[in-house]
């Protein structure tokens, strides 16, 4: 028949200046110790209190995953001496300001990637227009407009606006839903123009500044892509052997400041009076001689065993566990 082991609850106590070398030592392993809030198993006319700390350890976990955003940190086993070396903030802090230079950099060409990439798209819906775009522009009694004009607004202007001169709209190109061209507007009549293209819902687009027809146009801009996609590419390389160069010793830091902002959480179980500490931890009754001979390594710490719960009425009671 299978053995199926009892549950005894421990109390822990002794000087508050143990508390972080017994939490360490003694309740890391998971699997057969399961510290327990103390404060839920004693009287609160004990007088004894939860420990209400920030935990230093967060922010600096933060710090490294930010700092890791779109690389892969390696799982690596944790060593608390890792987190606590002397220089290991300097040492983020420089890495951080190093991959950060990458990033401003990397931010500004794709800034310009995509006012680049935005204005060939708006130009390559005029390429048929076979005049300098900085001529439309100097027009001194005549609006020129550019912009996408719906079928349905287009049949409209054909169908009610044929006689009247001011109302050319010249089509470049076309989708199924939608002609992209431009019109032209005497100066003095421009308002009532433009008032007759918005009922037919015509959308202006105002095209960026750039010299040469739209073709050309597009031509430069599509240069410019090229180019600014092959200076991101380089950025991303020197990122990458920046990241490839470090990423070991970021990975031992970071499974280690992980560890120890764990074990940190842990104190919150902790009852606390003066300087004294009550801790109290589910142990397996077969794991009770390796979980004192644990304590006593600490030194200084009192043990006492209370109750005791069948496994399956302990796991049901405490389902995280």
Not at 211 to 236: C, F, W
Not at 239 to 259: D, F, P
């Amino acid at each position: 028949m299978f053995f199926d082991p009892k549950m005894q609850l421990i109390w822990v106590d002794g000087p508050l200046e143990k508390l972080d070398a017994f939490i360490e030592n003694c309740c890391v392993d998971g699997k057969r110790v399961h510290p327990a809030r103390a404060l839920d198993h004693m009287s609160a006319s004990a007088g004894y209190a939860a420990l209400n700390e920030e935990n230093p350890w967060g922010p600096l976990v933060e710090q490294i995953e930010a700092l890791a955003k779109g690389f892969e940190i390696p799982v690596v086993e944790p060593t608390l001496a890792d987190g606590r070396a002397q220089g290991t903030r300097d040492y983020l802090a420089d890495l951080n300001a190093r991959l950060e230079t990458h990033r401003k950099d990397r931010e500004l060409l794709e800034k310009q990637l995509e006012i680049c990439t935005k204005g060939a798209e708006s130009f390559r819906h005029f390429s048929s227009l076979d005049v300098p775009v900085e001529l439309t522009q100097q027009c001194e009694y005549v609006k020129i407009r550019f912009g996408r004009l719906p079928k349905r607004g287009y049949a409209m202007l054909q169908k009610d606006f044929t006689t009247d001169p001011y109302i050319l709209f010249v089509p470049c190109s076309e989708d199924d839903k939608a002609l992209w061209g431009v019109y032209f507007a005497p100066q003095k009549d421009a308002a009532r123009v433009d008032g007759i293209f918005s009922e037919a819902f015509f959308e202006r687009i105002r095209l960026p500044g750039a010299a040469g027809t739209p073709e050309q146009i597009v031509e430069n801009l599509q240069k410019n892509i090229e180019l600014l996609n092959s200076e991101i590419a380089e950025v991303n390389g020197q990122m990458a052997r920046l990241w490839n160069e470090e990423k070991w010793k970021v990975a031992g830091i970071y499974a280690s400041v992980c560890s120890l902002a764990r074990l940190f959480e842990l104190r919150r179980c902790a009852a606390v009076r003066g300087a004294h500490f009550f801790y109290c931890v589910w142990v397996a009754q077969p794991d009770i001689p390796a979980f004192s001979e644990s304590c006593t390594g600490v030194g200084g710490l009192n043990l006492a065993q209370d109750m005791v719960l069948p496994m399956r009425r302990w796991k049901q009671e405490n389902p995280e566990q």
